[in-house]
């Protein structure tokens, strides 16, 4: 949890459907752009889910557990946490209890991925936990998108952080750790293996502006590597989608890129100006604007 993260009272009462609509309409914006929270709260929201009202009486514990596939059974601290504040006590306790005891919580993070990439740039699209600019990637056609270029001998603690998250999910496949492994796999210019991953969390639970961003970005990057239109389409409805939940500068950014990739012209040249009225990174609007440029010059010849 970081210092711009809401509080673990406030994400309790977020959770428990406590709070005043001005805090909440705070906490759901920042739960559109901040993965970690984001990826959190659904975690909460199905331990508590999965409690259900066997939370209420000690035998629901083990009715539930013996129902659970073995791979999924939750930690009881986080079950007691779950039963707390489905009960209404104490929910301020659910949070912590749950960031210590959810599987796989403590498997490398977003922000940490974000460290190791030490700013390198691996695609054309944004990554939702990357605001930091780098000099765009040169693209790659034709090669196998199961093969990486970057994170082997270039980047050896990426490729270690990776393995760890993998084995998060072979052991417990939760939303968060789906998402992490997905971003990883997307640094490591493994795009097909980063579409499975980010897919499979995004079937887990309500989408969120980073998760649907970061879809639109891999859909990107695998397009680049086999030209196939198909994946501009998906990448524009996920980065769509992502834009209506969260107008964020990154779903901003994908949703020109995949439109002027897919040559509605007219459309990415307004999608670049507005991107341009939000984004404050001088380095990502000059970059932007070039773009603009670039493709005003085109339409110009036509």
Known sequence: ???????????AAFIDGRLDSRTRASVVKHLSSCVECSAFVSDAIAIRAAVGDAAFEPRGFAQ?????????????????????????????????????????????????????????????????????WGEPPQTLRGGGDETSDYGNDENSELLTKTATI??????????????????????RKEPQL??????????LGPADAALL???????????????????????????????????TPAAAWNRALALQSLEKNAEAKAAWAQY?????????RKEAQQRLDDLNELTALR
């Not at 711009?4 to 009272?9: A, M």
């Not at 980063?194 to 079937?203: G, M, N, P, S, T």
């Open 166 to 187: 993998q084995e998060a999910v072979d052991a417990h496949p939760t939303r968060r750790n789906l998402r992490n492994l997905g971003i990883a796999r997307l640094l």
């Open 1 to 11: 949890m970081h210092s711009d993260c809401p509080s673990n009272q406030n994400l």
């Open 276 to 284: 341009l009225t939000i984004e404050k990174d001088l380095a990502w």
């Open 194 to 203: 980063a579409i499975d991953a980010l897919e499979r969390a995004r079937a």
């Open 213 to 247: 961003n970061d879809l639109a970005a891999a859909y990107t990057e695998r397009r680049q590597r086999t030209g196939a239109k198909t994946d501009d389409e998906k990448a524009l409805a996920y980065a769509e989608q992502a834009w209506q939940l969260g107008k």
């Open 64 to 132: 539930q557990e013996s129902t659970m596939p073995r791979g999924n059974l939750l930690p009881f601290r986080a079950l007691a946490a779950a039963a707390a504040i489905a009960a209404g006590v104490a929910a301020v306790l659910f949070v912590p209890a749950v960031r210590e005891s959810v599987p796989g919580l403590r498997s490398p993070g977003s922000e940490e991925l974000a460290k190791v990439a030490h700013g390198k740039r691996v695609t054309d699209a944004r990554i939702a936990a990357l605001s930091a």
